[in-house]
């Protein structure tokens, strides 16, 4: 994603999507959860305390998965 990330664009593009959510607590355990929308699993983020620092966010679109940083899961945290 670019520095021009945009999460309402985005969410209007693929908020339809199905979206997985990979992260890593404490160094150690690694876990994947599968929503079916992408708000859905922005809630979800938004409950998790305290937010693991390790983040990736995928849709599946298309037929590929699209990934988002931590940068941008922040945007559409906040602005979602």
Not at 26 to 40: I, L, Q, S, Y
């Amino acid at each position: 994603m670019s520095e021009n990330f945009s999460a309402k664009e985005t969410l209007a593009i693929y908020g339809e999507c199905a979206t997985t959510i990979t992260f890593i607590r404490d160094g150690f355990f690694t876990e994947a959860k599968t929503f079916p929308t992408m708000p859905d699993a922005v809630d979800y983020l938004k409950g998790l305390d305290p937010i693991p620092r390790e983040i990736v966010l995928h849709i599946r679109a298309h037929g590929r998965d699209i990934p988002f940083d931590r940068d941008n899961i922040a945007k559409l945290m906040r602005e979602l």
